[in-house]
């Protein structure tokens, strides 16, 4: 299985920075893609960034030029730049790893809190 320790987060000011980082550990051989989503009261869970195994991200167009998201190894890292209150939400990192070629269900997770607000 596959298990995520995120850190990071808290309270920064519109036009702060701040920085996420999430780690995987667990009985996978490779993980084929790593990344961010986020879920704002009374909202849907919407992706944030993604970035492949081969290095390939992609971006929500809510973020691009703000957010950067890339990855060491089995540790994702996102550094969001110019922040706005709307990125106020509960961030959870995401998985999708394998084990000798056999996909595991994507893992979760538990979410860490970004608020941005003066």
């Known amino acids: 299985q596959v298990q995520l320790v995120e850190s990071g987060g808290g309270l920064v000011q519109p036009g702060g920075s701040l920085g996420l980082s999430c780690a995987a550990s667990?009985?996978?051989?490779?993980?084929?893609?790593m990344g961010w989503y986020r879920q704002a009261p009374g909202k849907q869970r919407e992706l944030v960034a993604t970035v492949t195994s081969g290095g390939r991200t992609n971006y929500a167009d809510s973020v691009k030029g703000r957010f950067t998201i890339s990855s060491n190894k089995n540790t994702v890292y996102l550094q969001m730049n110019s922040l706005r209150p709307e990125d106020t939400a509960v961030y959870y990192c995401?998985?999708?790893?394998?084990?000798?070629?056999?996909?595991?269900?994507?893992?979760w997770g538990q979410g860490t809190q970004v608020t941005v607000s003066s």
């Open positions: 667990g009985s996978f051989t490779s993980i084929k893609v």
């Open positions: 995401n998985a999708e790893a394998m084990r000798y070629g056999v996909s595991f269900t994507p893992a």
